[in-house]
Nanobody
Framework: QVQLVESGGGLVQPGGSLRLSCAASGRIFSINAMAWYRQAPGKQRELVAFIASGGITNYADSVKGRFTVSRDNAKNTVYLSMKNLKPEDTGVYYC???????????????WGQGTQVTVSS
């Protein structure tokens, strides 16, 4: 089992910034990538960004240039730095521990509890 705990969400005005954190524990040797998803009200959960072993990263088109995914291996923590936030970034952000095949990310059953991000004036 892998346990994930997210933090860092909140209310921010359009154009503002936030940094989310996801702390992992447990059988983390069983995964090789971590991802951030988000789910807006009434919409499906979507992949926002992931980071794989070797530092490979990938982003959804809607967040490229605004979001940065990074990790601190010593702390087993992954971050999502978000800037120039827009109202459409509003949603619950979830961390996932999964697998990167070399071409795509596949989520596994390990999810955090989610953290709410609200972008509003």
């Amino acid at each position: 089992q892998v346990q994930l705990v997210e933090s860092g969400g909140g209310l921010v005005q359009p154009g503002g910034s936030l940094r989310l954190s996801c702390a992992a524990s447990g059988r983390i040797f069983s995964i090789n990538a971590m991802a951030w998803y988000r789910q807006a009200p009434g919409k499906q959960r979507e992949l926002v960004a992931f980071i794989a072993s070797g530092g490979i990263t990938n982003y959804a088109d809607s967040v490229k240039g605004r979001f940065t995914v990074s990790r601190d291996n010593a702390k087993n923590t992954v971050y999502l730095s978000m800037k120039n936030l827009k109202p459409e970034d509003t949603g619950v952000y979830y961390c996932n521990a999964g697998y990167y095949s070399g071409t795509s990310f596949s989520p596994r059953e390990y999810w955090g509890q989610g953290t709410q991000v609200t972008v509003s004036s």
